[in-house]
Nanobody, 118 residues
Framework: QVQLLESGGGLVQAGGSLRLSCAAS????????MGWFRQPPGKEREFVAA????????SYAYYVKGRFTISSDNAKNTVYLQMNSLKPEDTAVYYC???????????WGQGTQVTVSA
């Protein structure tokens, strides 16, 4: 069983920064992927970024590439999402998730709200 707990959301002005954290417990195999998704108001959940616990280079959605950075701290079983140059369209509930190499995103955190004001 995997448990994921996000933190770090909040209200920030456009152009500002936030860092989200996701603490994982349970399964944390080095080849597993950790990911961040988000769900903007009235829209479907969408991919943001992903990384392997082993520390490979992260992958990003085009709408956050160059502004967001995903990283992992294996000693703390924690994944981070550093968000810079935030825009109002980044407003969403951000979710942490995990999957095995060939599996689905099958465990999700409860989400953390990020609101970017214009």
């Amino acid at each position: 069983q995997v448990q994921l707990l996000e933190s770090g959301g909040g209200l920030v002005q456009a152009g500002g920064s936030l860092r989200l954290s996701c603490a994982a417990s349970g399964r944390t195999f080095s080849n597993d992927y950790m990911g961040w998704f988000r769900q903007p108001p009235g829209k479907e959940r969408e991919f943001v970024a992903a990384i392997r616990w082993s520390g490979a280079i992260g992958s990003y959605a085009y709408y956050v590439k160059g502004r967001f950075t995903i990283s992992s701290d294996n000693a703390k079983n924690t994944v981070y999402l550093q968000m810079n140059s935030l825009k109002p369209e980044d407003t969403a509930v951000y979710y942490c998730t995990t999957r095995t190499t060939y599996g689905n995103w099958d465990y999700w955190g409860q989400g953390t709200q990020v609101t970017v004001s214009a």
